[in-house]
């Protein structure tokens, strides 16, 4: 019994350890998931806010006005490294608080895909690349602004998936795909019933807690390290916490197959950190044999609770409590029923003599009449052996 204990508590220490993890460095999807930002933000504005914008005339009016004044006007004070004049024209517009919440949407759609962004094309100097990536940083900044605004939720629920969706196809400066305001976004699309923005919150934590076990080469390292980052450390257990939760959440949808993906690879990111923090020579790979001694010693605590469990059991085998805990067990764990069942076959089959339980009045007098002639056979006896011994 006890060498089976042991061997049980073995296994179970040896499947804990979930065999061998992969101790690869991974990519945990921020530049998938930032490509796939910038498609949906421009297949939306392009199908659905610029056709209902081309048919308001106010709006249509104002866009007009801020193109003629963007194309016009002298460049703005721009950032460090900006080479593109009309594009900060766009963000100068932006930043002004006169705006409302449809000329921040209509505004960031017309940089997105419509003809601002063709403005700030043929005004760049540089790279179709580089006049791109300019576009979409004044498309980030408006369209995460316009989700903000209070009437968002109200008029255009999309609007949150919108904004969070531009500002991860171009964070702005010192923002990342994993930072604070990105999760916000998309917690705040999740909010809004949008099951993709709960799970790009959710990557992205994965990702901020993952830190340095992404992959560098997918220029997509989380959280930066740099002096204009704002991303929280890496390695925090609030973001695993909640990236769980998030995706917990998400396996009763229609993303539940990638809910669970997402908490396998949140568990062996925990597990690399375990593993860091206690060694850090080895930069959080999974080291053989810490996994063997995190078995052994679950082995030898299981082995020593059922070593002390029988011992008990054997020096209080022949008491009262002892006796009571043996009926009970016998009676709870189901050994009784068993053992009932197993003589019901073995009398059903003739193995053994059926037991008489309980025969009624009949039976009581046939035991009567059984220990009356057995009382009259003695009595013979005795009398006959007194008459010999006269």
């Not at 065999?19 to 998931?33: I, N, Q, V």
């Not at 705040?188 to 099951?195: I, K, P, Q």
């Not at 257990?237 to 939760?245: E, F, H, L, T, Y």
Request: glycine fraction near 8%; aromatic fraction near 4%.
């Amino acid at each position: 019994m006890l060498a089976t204990a042991v061997t049980l508590a073995l296994l179970a220490s040896a499947s804990a350890a979930d065999g061998t993890p992969d101790t690869r460095s991974r990519s945990f999807g921020l530049t998938a998931m930032g490509a796939a930002a910038c498609a949906e933000t421009e297949a939306f504005c392009a199908t659905t806010v610029l056709p209902a914008l081309a048919e308001d005339p106010k709006l249509s009016a104002f866009l007009a006005e801020t193109r003629a004044a963007a194309t016009r006007g002298g460049p703005a004070d721009s950032d460090a490294g900006s080479s593109n004049a009309v594009a900060d024209n766009y963000r100068a517009v932006v930043a002004t608080g006169a705006l409302r919440f449809p000329e921040r949407l209509a505004l960031g759609c017309c940089l997105a895909a419509g003809a601002c962004a063709d403005d700030v094309a043929a005004a760049s100097a540089a790279s179709a690349e580089a006049s791109k990536d300019a576009s979409r940083l004044a498309t980030a900044e408006a369209l995460a602004l316009a989700a903000e605004a209070p009437e968002a939720a109200a008029k255009m629920p999309a609007a949150a998936l919108l904004g969070a969706n531009a500002f991860a196809c171009r964070p702005p400066g010192g923002a990342s795909r994993c930072g604070a305001e990105a999760v916000s976004l998309y917690r705040r699309a999740g909010t809004a019933g949008f099951d993709v923005g709960t799970m790009r919150a959710g990557e992205a934590l994965l990702a901020r807690f993952a830190g340095p076990l992404v992959d560098e080469s997918s220029d997509a390292a989380c959280p930066r390290t740099s002096a204009s980052a704002r991303d929280p450390p890496a390695g925090d257990r609030a973001d695993a916490a909640a990236a769980k939760a998030l995706f917990r959440g998400l396996l009763v949808t229609d993303m539940d197959a990638r809910a669970a993906a997402r908490l396998k690879e949140l568990q062996r990111a925990e597990e690399m950190w375990l593993v860091k923090r206690g060694n850090g020579e080895k930069g959080g790979e999974r080291d053989i044999a810490y996994v063997l001694a995190g078995a052994l010693v679950d082995g030898t605590a299981r082995v020593a609770a059922v070593f002390a469990v029988c011992v008990v059991a054997f020096l209080a085998r022949n008491t009262r409590v002892g006796a009571r805990a043996r009926a009970f067990v016998w009676r709870r764990s189901g050994c009784a029923g068993l053992a009932t069942r197993w003589r019901l076959l073995m009398e059903a089959f003739g193995v053994t003599p059926h037991r008489r339980v309980g025969g009624g009045r009949a039976a009581a007098r046939a035991v009567q009449r059984t220990s009356a002639k057995k009382m009259a056979k003695q009595i013979v006896k005795e009398i006959l052996d007194r008459e010999k011994n006269r």
